[in-house]
């Protein structure tokens, strides 16, 4: 543990805020004038819009102003929030003749009160032609109801976009021969895993405002994850120079992934840039769950080959993705579920990822946090697992046969990094070893595997899996941040980054006193203001510490040398003499001294009058991923199929862990999303395509009765590319759950349930089928 901040568990710097009710969120800040936004939405998952009457609406008193597509700026492009150009598919526009699911955008009605805005809205008269919607992923391709048109839509890059066949992106990569390789191996496991597509339920739902400044610059405000982004979509939207746009990011009640993308933030935008009024959006519960994204559904085929002693030999996955109405993360989130996965075995002759992802009339996939590699991590360590049950072999001992070790790279590394070159990216800083070791103790595998009766009906079982993420983008992400002097001997961090809840903006300032050699109390932080503060990409991709927090170091570092150069000119001494305690700068022999506040008073109130300011910025084709170790002990009751979870135990290396109190909240509440993926949650759909879960009665998150007892201990790693050795840590914490609950009911009581959630009636069902333990 450092002196000053790193390693120390500092409560959020706008915690006490947000537990008293301050005034912090988007909607406690926007002005009380604003004109209230209405959507009218589409009531059929595929149609297009013959006419459509808003003269009535319009009459309605109070009413603003109406749009439809007829009358909004005709400019293609992404709703993904990914640095540009964007990989994913332009082929959205504000409104579209066309609608692509239920819940899709028809018109937008803007009025003094909401009760006006509703009232008009149920005016609107619309005409329908409707089609044949797609919502089988697995008919997709060979549909003959095309969701988009080829003269409507483009990708920045070639991925296998084919709108003529339904297909937003292909991504396949391979290593060695994988035919060849499974012919020569002894034992094969090969079978078809399905995720499902699930809600980010999280508590502060989507909502914008905007106003015009003095200046004419369009401002709007939102709970958004990408402020830079969201600048960038909105400017395009609306076919105006991104420099005449501002966003700003207020406190954020949850996202998820969910705001990474720019959802409610096109229409006040458009509202206020055609009235000059100010003017807000803030979506229901339910259009937050029918109207804006899902984690992408997937059903995955994975191969696996090893040889009779368990050394596995060859990994071959086949990757189908829903990616719904639109294409938005279609690409990356179905690449992220191969090269952050197949990685994690790096022992083997051959491997191969194939995979696509197709546009159906769903609700549009999106990020949401794992990012594809949650789905991934399902099937490649439920495969794994059900290999160990074919070699007779206890599955810890085959991972730690085979995964990849401290000191080793894998090929994958170097075929999926930009820019990354040939020189193999070698693993200096993974501790997956004693993850593996650490978490078998702590849920006290050798005496619990596989099974352990309670009762005639109640069987325990624990089962376990491995995996492995990002720390942002390599090749891609960048992040900037600016520090200055003020003062007093005060310090003003001035960065991109977003805090969305998960305490970023507590951290960089950690980050910044370590560098600084200062207490964290010496600085304040300013975050996410497109106008104020320096680039950075978003929330998104695990990439905050790593990448906006080596900004961060960069510029601290680069204002300590500035300090002790003025102290030294003041003090009249070598910078070499100067040694800074935080407070004091002094010579060696203590004979000259001068303090920091005196030093900030002096630089800025008296000739020549400098304000210190440095700016640091990252970007890097490192790999820095986390890993962990995820094990879970659960008990099956065989009359019934219930499922109760007794213990979940992880073990995380994400490099120092800059504060242990807010790297534990955020593998808690990640470990607990894994368990409602595993066991609750999933968004259902009327043969229509009409969205049955879409309130908080109706989708299923697990509540603290379902998640009993969850352990999370950290490995002591080191990262030499991060700040001060810090990996990530918010989206590996979710992707183990699945396979080690799905293996823990398998060794419990034979069933393996292979596609999401596992029920009680799915595993009820499998139990009449095969009533014995196997």
Not at 116 to 143: F, G, N, Q, R, W
């Amino acid at each position: 543990m450092s002196e000053y901040a790193i390693g120390k568990g500092i409560s959020k710097v706008d915690g006490m805020a947000l537990v008293t009710g301050k005034p912090v969120y988007t909607d406690d800040l926007a002005q009380k004038n604003c004109l209230i936004i209405k959507i009218l939405r589409s009531p059929y998952a595929f149609a297009r819009i013959e006419s459509i009457n808003i003269e009535n609406a319009k009459k309605v008193p109070g009413v603003e102003c109406i749009f439809t597509y007829e009358d909004v700026p005709k400019h293609l492009f992404t709703r993904a929030g990914q640095s540009y150009p964007e990989p994913s598919t332009y082929d959205k526009y504000i409104l579209d003749k066309y609608v692509r699911y239920i819940g899709d955008e028809v018109a937008i009605v803007a009025a003094d009160t909401e009760e006006t805005a509703i009232k008009a809205m149920k005016l609107i008269k619309v005409k329908y032609e409707v089609y044949k919607p797609v919502l089988d992923m697995t008919k997709a391709e060979e549909s003959k109801s095309k969701i988009h048109f080829k003269d409507r839509c483009f990708s920045n890059i070639d991925n296998g976009f084919n709108p003529e066949k339904n297909i937003a992106a292909v991504y396949n990569f391979k290593v060695g021969n994988v035919e060849e390789t499974l012919k020569e191996c002894d034992v094969i496991v090969s079978e078809e895993y399905s995720t499902q597509a699930t809600a980010h339920a999280m508590m502060e739902t989507y909502r914008s405002y905007s106003y015009m400044d003095q200046y004419g610059t369009l401002v709007v405000v939102s709970s958004t994850q990408i402020p830079f982004h969201a600048r960038r979509h909105i400017a395009k939207s609306l076919g105006i120079p991104v420099n005449k746009v501002r966003v700003i990011k207020p406190r954020i009640g949850g996202g998820f992934g969910g705001k990474q993308n720019t959802q409610t933030e096109f229409y006040p935008a458009l509202v206020t840039y055609k009235t000059g009024k100010p003017s807000k959006i803030i979506y229901n519960r339910r259009e937050t769950f029918e109207s804006t994204s899902s984690r992408h559904a997937m059903k995955i085929g994975v191969t696996i080959g090893s040889d009779k002693d368990g050394n596995i030999k060859a990994i071959d996955m086949n990757v189908l993705s829903d990616t719904g109405a639109y294409g938005e993360h279609a690409s990356t989130v179905l690449g992220s579920s191969g090269y952050k996965t197949l990685p994690l075995y790096n022992k083997i002759v051959a491997s191969r990822f194939t995979g696509k992802a197709v546009y159906t009339n769903h609700t549009p996939g999106g990020a949401f946090r794992g990012y594809g590699v949650t789905q991934g991590t399902f099937a490649l360590e439920s495969a794994v697992n059900e290999l160990a049950y074919k070699l007779n072999m206890d599955p810890a001992k085959l991972r730690e046969k085979n995964m990849i070790k401290k000191g080793e790279t894998s090929e994958v590394f170097n075929i999926t990094t930009i820019g990354a070159g040939e020189d193999p990216i070698i693993m200096n800083s993974c501790e997956l070893e004693y993850c593996v070791k650490r978490g078998k103790e702590l849920i006290d595998w050798d005496n619990k595997f596989p099974r352990k009766e309670i009762s005639p009906t109640i069987i325990r079982g624990v089962g376990m899996s491995i995996s492995m993420q990002g720390s942002g983008i390599p090749g891609i992400d960048t992040a900037s941040a600016t520090i200055k002097l003020d003062d007093g001997g005060k310090f003003t961090l001035l960065t991109g980054a977003s805090d969305i809840g998960t305490g970023s903006d507590t951290i960089l300032k950690q980050i910044a006193a370590e560098a600084l050699g200062i207490s964290v109390d010496n600085i304040s932080v300013f975050s996410a203001d497109t106008e104020l503060t320096p680039f950075d990409v978003g929330a998104y991709a695990s990439g905050t510490t790593y990448f906006s927090g080596n900004a961060v170091k960069n510029a601290a570092l680069k204002m300590r040398t500035m300090i002790e150069e003025e102290a030294a000119r003041i003090l009249e001494i070598e910078s070499s003499e100067v040694e800074f305690n935080g407070i004091y700068f002094k010579n060696k022999d203590g004979s000259k001294e001068i303090t920091l506040s005196d030093l900030s008073n002096r630089l800025i109130y008296k000739a020549p009058h400098i304000q210190l300011t440095a700016t640091g910025s990252f970007n890097t084709t490192d790999v820095a991923p986390p890993f962990l170790s995820g094990l879970a002990e659960v008990e099956v009751d065989i009359e019934t199929g219930k499922v109760n979870l007794i213990n979940f135990v992880s073990v995380i290396d994400c490099g120092t862990v800059i504060n242990p109190k807010l790297a534990r909240i955020q593998a808690e509440g990640g470990i607990v999303q894994g368990i409602g993926m595993a066991l609750f949650e999933e968004v259902k759909e009327t043969k229509s395509g009409k969205l049955i879960t879409n309130s908080m009665m109706q989708y299923k998150i697990p509540c603290r009765m379902d998640i009993n007892n969850i352990i999370v201990d950290f490995a002591d790693g080191y990262e030499s590319t991060g700040p001060f050795g810090a990996k990530s840590i918010g989206e590996v914490v979710t992707n183990s759950a699945c396979p080690a609950i799905a293996d823990a009911i398998f060794n419990a009581v034979g069933i393996r349930v292979r596609d999401l959630p596992i029920t009680p009636e799915k595993v009820k069902m499998a139990l009449m089928k095969k009533p014995k333990i196997s």
